[in-house]
């Protein structure tokens, strides 16, 4: 991405042009902005789509996330500090502000912030003043603050978590990101653009494409980790398929489902019962996770030999090992 372009946002839904369209319009303005959605809707590049669409453009944009940090390193972090401010302080740190200077900060998981910090964040936004830590000069900055948070924060302020004030100066203007589920045809295109990008990196030719199951099990999933859960979903799955020439048949949705996972299962299962149905996960899902227990069972009961574990299933040779390649179990011996 150029320094000067945001990063490209994938989909033609309704959902996501409504929110690009009200971005365009409040972007021009010099006011803060909050941004609401769930875990991996692209919060952050929807705030670098309003930096890049603003007149600050050519400025700064940095970032912060408030909840990786404890209170005390988002403080120095933001405001930045003076020589002796704390100890190993030698020096001055010029904080994201001063750094930030006509430019943008995004403060993602703002909803983590102690109400001491809201009170300077508070300070800033209103009067555009501020100290560094260990400091008594009042120092000025010129920042344009987009904030992101998955949490209530109205509930909050209700509840005296969040003040009151500063969620007024920041809710100038709130846009709110559809989840994934709610972008209509978007999660087929977001899918194959990873999956072509996974396969330049693999050095395919070309990427082969799905197959209607594998379609099947995208429309099924509810992919509540959004489009960053997509995006690992569909790399993971492409890598492991590794046929460059033949379109991706299963997709891995879960990681840690294999067959020599710790053992949790029911004796029902260990007798070869069939597995249980789970109202979480979509009918293709399910299906390929019986087909893997099918064949972890055939060849257990055949001593490993993949010759009879085929014949017992009444596949070929190359048809169980096709079976195997495709779920990811073509190491066994």
Known sequence: MSRNQPQRLIGESSALSDVLDQVSQVAPLNRPVLIIGERGTGKELIAERLHFLSSRWEQPFLKVNCGAISESLLDADLFGYE?????????????RFERADEGTLFLDELGNMSQALQEKLLRIIEYGEFERLGGQKTLHANV????????????????????????????????????LR????????????FAIAMSIELGW??????????????AAHPFHGNVRELKNVIERSVYRWGIPAEPIDHLVIDPFDSPWAPASSSTAE???????????LGFSE??????VHLLKQ??????????????????TYHQFRSQLKKHGLIGVK
């Open 83 to 95: 020589p002796g401010a704390f100890t190993g302080a030698n020096r001055v740190h010029k904080g």
């Open 270 to 280: 260990q007798q070869g019962i069939p597995m249980s149905i789970d109202p979480a």
């Open 286 to 291: 399910q299906v390929a996770r019986y087909e």
């Open 144 to 179: 344009r603050i987009v904030a992101a948070t998955n949490e209530n924060l109205p509930k909050l302020a209700r509840e005296g978590r969040f003040r009151e004030d500063l969620l007024d100066r920041l809710a100038f203007d709130v846009l709110t990101l559809p989840p």
């Open 205 to 218: 030719e070309d990427f082969p494409g799905f197959t209607d199951r594998a379609l099947a099990q995208l």
């Open 298 to 315: 055939a060849l257990d009961q055949n001593d490993e030999h993949q010759g009879k574990a085929a014949e017992a299933l009444g596949l």
């Open 182 to 193: 709610s972008r209509d045809n978007d999660i087929e295109r977001l899918a194959e653009h």
